[in-house]
């Protein structure tokens, strides 16, 4: 059994090739893609900066009916190129404050860039883990994220950091892939781990581990489903990555061998149906 490092370490990999180079993930078969099925309104996504749609790797749009308000702070889990940081600074205006959370230099590298392009001045992007936020106590009103908890091997660490860091009354929105009854086979492969499927779980251990941690109200809001060709897309290892020199999806990378030929169908017919994009929500209480 690999170490929670270790497993860290093979998705910071995986996205430090994806940020470098031309490939996809969680959701897209070609960098920029992911962006245009997650339910953004393209005419927003239009006034953005090209190397932040160009580098999102989400799987919805978590600040979509959130009611994040001006003048309030709002925390991204996983905030990687920096989409919804840029999105989430626009709505909070100057009196309010965004801090996004990432562990990979070249995401964080990445979003500074974007930031400065953007001219964003209300964002403070920090190198660290979801499972330990260098964040205090009761600080934020909200945390978002997008696509990364299923990602962690430490769920129930990331779930008792968002109680930790939220204000009393703050709460969580976030977008993520859910899973059921995914074969050992999959759960067991890193590469769909870093394609955001192998670690996913389903909504109701979602919705039991925020009430574990003392949130309430938790629940799903929407649900992107993904037909067999979307899930292809999720999987497909065999995309030329022209900066890296290597045949494989961002899913790739140290201790991660890409899925191809039959070992690719039999994951696709058994995947469809199991695994979508979810919008939960929960409340830290008063
Ligand atoms: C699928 S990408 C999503 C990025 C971004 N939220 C978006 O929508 O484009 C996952 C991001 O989460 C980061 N990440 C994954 N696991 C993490 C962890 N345990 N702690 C901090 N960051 C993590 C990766 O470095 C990557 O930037």
């Keep these: 059994m690999e170490s929670n490092d270790v497993v860290r370490g093979f998705v910071r990999d995986a996205y430090k090739l994806a940020v470098e180079g031309n490939t996809g993930c969680c959701g897209g078969d070609s960098k920029g893609t992911v962006v245009h099925w997650a339910g953004y309104d393209e005419d927003i ?18 600040l979509a009916f959130s009611e994040v308000k ?5 925390l991204d889990l996983g905030s990687g190129a920096g989409i919804d940081l840029l999105l989430a600074s626009r709505i909070v205006g100057p009196e309010g404050k965004v801090i996004g959370v990432d562990m990979t230099d070249e995401m964080i590298e990445k979003a500074r860039q974007n930031i400065a392009a ?27 994220s997008n696509c990364v908890i299923n990602l962690s091997p430490e769920k129930d660490r990331v779930f008792a950091e968002i109680a ?7 709460r969580m929105q976030v977008s993520d892939l859910v899973a059921v009854d995914l074969p050992g086979y999959v759960k067991e492969n890193q590469f ?14 979602y919705v039991a581990g925020l009430q574990e941690v003392g949130m309430t109200d938790a629940s799903v809001l929407e649900r992107i489903r993904y037909d067999a060709s979307q899930v292809k897309g ?5 995309r030329y990555n022209v900066d890296t020199g290597s045949s494989c999806g961002c899913g790739c990378g140290v201790g991660a061998e890409g899925l191809a030929g039959e070992a690719l169908e039999r994951a696709i017919r058994d995947l469809t149906g199991k695994v979508w994009s979810a919008k939960i929500h929960a409340r830290k209480p008063e």
């Excluded at 930790?164 to 703050?170: D, E, I, Q, T």
Aim: charged share 25%; with cysteine.
């Design 118 to 144: 953007d001219g964003a001045i209300n964002i403070d992007v920090r190198k660290g883990i979801i499972e330990e936020l260098p964040v205090e106590d009761g600080s934020v009103d909200w945390v978002i």
């Design 164 to 170: 930790r860091v939220l204000k009393p009354g703050g």
């Design 192 to 205: 769909l781990r870093n394609t955001c499927i192998a670690g996913a779980i389903s909504e109701e251990e």
């Design 45 to 62: 996504l239009s006034t953005l900066p090209d190397e932040v749609v160009n580098n999102a790797f989400g799987c919805g749009n978590p």
């Design 70 to 74: 001006p003048g309030e702070v709002v």
């Design 234 to 238: 999720l999987l497909d290892s065999e």
